[in-house]
Nanobody, 115 residues
């Protein structure tokens, strides 16, 4: 049974930093492209950043230069380092894993950035 468990969310002031973690189990982690999505109230879920099994990364324009996605295949964990946070980064952040036709979601972790 595949599980993705996020942690690290919380309340932070604008300009601050947070690091999200997503621990995966029940899957051949190194084969999966992992990603972070977010969903703010009243908005659609959007892709924030992704990383392939080989470490190729991609970012939404709104977070490029501020967020860094990384993975540790030995620990089956993907991270999202978020710096210079802005109030508009407030959202529920979801971990996502995909390989071929299989894709899985975590339960989400709340990030709130106060102004």
């Amino acid at each position: 049974q595949v599980q993705l468990v996020e942690s690290g969310g919380g309340l932070v002031q604008a300009g601050g930093s947070l690091r999200l973690s997503c621990a995966a189990s029940g899957m051949l982690f190194r084969l999966y492209t992992m990603a972070w999505y977010r969903q703010a109230p009243g908005k659609q879920r959007e892709l924030v950043a992704s990383i392939t099994g080989g470490g190729v990364t991609d970012y939404a324009a709104s977070v490029k230069g501020r967020f860094t996605i990384s993975r540790d295949n030995a620990k089956n964990t993907v991270y999202l380092q978020m710096n210079t946070l802005k109030p508009e980064d407030t959202a529920v952040y979801y971990c996502h894993g995909k390989v071929l036709n299989a894709n899985y979601w975590g339960q989400g972790t709340q990030v709130t950035v106060s102004s």
